[in-house]
């Protein structure tokens, strides 16, 4: 009768006597060393009972170096994608990370007032850079930009009607839908309009007594074109304040500066909307303003109050490391100028292609022969601009098995996450540094 080899596997106990693995234990905390330990069993045991063929010390430390790794990695973004969301958004000027850092090393006066000694408010924090950017009268920060737009509907509309059209029922990221945002605000959803055509007496007709919103929302992830008809939100806000109703613009992507200089355009910018006449406007702090995530909201001191005593406010608030990198991105807006150089997101969506075509010849250079110069197209990305693209410079890498290439590159350190077009991998320089190209070099060398 045959043993079965798994019966013969070293126990766990056994392996953290071995003087290698003390040593580990003397290196790293025992919880994970057992662990390592016993995934090193468990793989073995998979493998029908087979020892690994490195031997188990190296296997344990192996799994250690493994399980020690953090899970949220940094990475180089060579997609040419400028707000990619599954890459973090907006990376942070180094005003912000300094301001992170600063708050981050110790106590700070999140809720508490210096001058009378007693308690004080977090929705102070920002509020009055933000009113000074904006033209608004008042304004508070939140956590994500959905959580702005539920507290939103949920101080002025719950128990109410909300009305919207049918072409702005959008979805965002996540399989998150506007309208599911809006129910569980409380307020119940009325849709007019048609899907590429709402007009103004689509909104006059569904207004009744338990109207209470007129929701306006930019579709920021998407165009509809041709036979199109909506109504602009100045348009909304007069109708609304003439029924003693609530106008909400839902912006998406907070854009504080105008960027059609640089060839982008269509995309309103917050104090275009607050301009408008809007009761209040949301939106996000890590697209296209170029900060940490979170959701603003701007508009009337009325409108503000009420977000403030809703009862989701508390759960929605934002935390001390946002509220300071927040701040410190936004002071960087009081001139323009300064703004653009020093904010990542700014500085990649109005940089000269000629700038991006020197750091892509850097980077050709450094890669070899094996690579071509090739014209192509960057995206803003994060639901911004739709369909717009900017002209950028790529090296192409051609690649019998590109997708084995690519998970080459995202298994260097740090790994560096690149796109395909047939045969060949893009390296897109406009949204690598410039402190990055030699790293790129050495990850794409092998």
Same mark, same amino acid.
């Given at each position: 009768m045959t043993t079965d080899p798994r019966r013969q596997l070293p126990s766990i106990d056994t392996l953290l006597a071995a003087p290698a693995v003390a040593l580990l234990l003397a290196a790293h905390p025992r919880a994970l060393v057992v662990k390592a330990a016993r995934a090193a069993v468990d793989e073995a045991r998979v493998n029908g009972g087979t020892a690994p063929a490195e031997g188990w010390d190296a296997a344990v430390r192996a799994a250690v170096v493994r399980l020690a790794v953090p899970s949220l990695a940094p990475v180089i973004n060579a997609t040419g994608v400028v707000l990619h969301t599954n890459l973090g958004r907006a990376p942070l000027a180094a005003a912000a990370i300094a301001a992170i850092t600063r708050i981050a090393q110790g106590y700070s006066a999140l809720e508490y007032d210096l001058g009378s000694g007693t308690r004080g408010s977090r929705h102070a924090i920002c509020r009055d850079l933000l009113v000074e950017l904006t033209g608004a009268a008042d304004a508070m920060v939140v956590n994500n930009a959905a959580g702005a737009l539920l507290l939103a509907l949920s101080a002025l509309a719950r128990g109410g009607e909300a009305i919207v059209s049918r072409g702005e029922l959008v979805e965002i990221g996540g399989s998150f839908r506007i309208p599911d945002i809006m129910a569980r605000s409380g307020a119940r959803v009325v849709e007019v309009g048609t899907t590429n055509r709402t007009h103004p007496n689509d909104y006059d007709r569904a207004l009744t007594?338990?109207?209470?919103?007129?929701?306006?929302?930019?579709?920021?992830?998407?165009?509809?074109?041709?036979?199109?008809?909506?109504?602009?939100?100045?348009?909304?806000?007069?109708?609304?304040?003439?029924?003693?109703?609530?106008?909400?613009?839902?912006?998406?992507?907070?854009?504080?500066?105008?960027?059609?200089?640089? /060839?982008?355009?269509?995309?309103?910018?917050?104090?275009?909307?607050?301009?408008?006449?809007?009761?209040?406007?949301?939106?996000?702090?890590?697209?296209?303003?170029?900060?940490?995530?979170?959701?603003?909201?701007?508009?009337?001191?009325?409108?503000?109050?009420?977000?403030?005593?809703?009862?989701?406010?508390?759960?929605?608030?934002?935390?001390?490391?946002?509220?300071?990198?927040?701040?410190?991105?936004?002071?960087?807006?009081?001139?323009?100028?300064?703004?653009?150089?020093?904010?990542?997101?700014?500085?990649?969506?109005?940089?000269?292609?000629?700038?991006?075509?020197?750091?892509?010849?850097?980077?050709?250079?450094?890669?070899?022969?094996?690579?071509?110069?090739?014209?192509?197209?960057?995206?803003?990305? /994060?639901?911004?601009?739709?369909?717009?693209?900017?002209?950028?410079?790529?090296?192409?890498?051609?690649?019998?098995?590109?997708?084995?290439?690519?998970?080459?590159?995202?298994?260097?350190?740090?790994?560096?996450?690149?796109?395909?077009?047939?045969?060949?991998?893009?390296?897109?320089?406009?949204?690598?540094?410039?402190?990055?190209?030699?790293?790129?070099?050495?990850?794409?060398?092998?």
């Open positions: 007594t338990d109207s209470r919103v007129l929701l306006k929302v930019h579709r920021s992830n998407f165009q509809v074109t041709g036979f199109t008809a909506d109504v602009a939100v100045v348009e909304l806000a007069e109708m609304a304040h003439g029924r003693g109703i609530a106008c909400v613009y839902d912006l998406g992507s907070g854009l504080l500066m105008n960027l059609s200089r640089w /060839g982008l355009s269509g995309e309103p910018t917050v104090p275009e909307a607050v301009a408008s006449g809007a009761d209040l406007a949301v939106f996000s702090g890590d697209k296209l303003l170029g900060g940490p995530q979170a959701g603003i909201l701007v508009g009337s001191e009325a409108a503000i109050a009420a977000c403030r005593a809703d009862p989701i406010a508390r759960t929605v608030r934002a935390d001390k490391l946002t509220l300071a990198g927040l701040e410190a991105t936004l002071a960087l807006y009081r001139d323009h100028e300064t703004a653009r150089k020093e904010i990542p997101v700014l500085r990649m969506l109005t940089e000269d292609p000629e700038g991006v075509k020197r750091r892509a010849n850097a980077l050709l250079q450094g890669v070899g022969t094996s690579a071509e110069l090739i014209e192509g197209d960057s995206e803003v990305g /994060g639901g911004s601009f739709p369909g717009a693209k900017m002209k950028t410079w790529l090296v192409g890498i051609r690649h019998p098995t590109p997708d084995t290439y690519l998970a080459q590159l995202r298994s260097f350190d740090p790994p560096v996450i690149a796109r395909v077009a047939g045969s060949r991998v893009l390296l897109d320089a406009r949204t690598i540094f410039p402190e990055q190209v030699e790293t790129v070099i050495a990850a794409v060398r092998g």
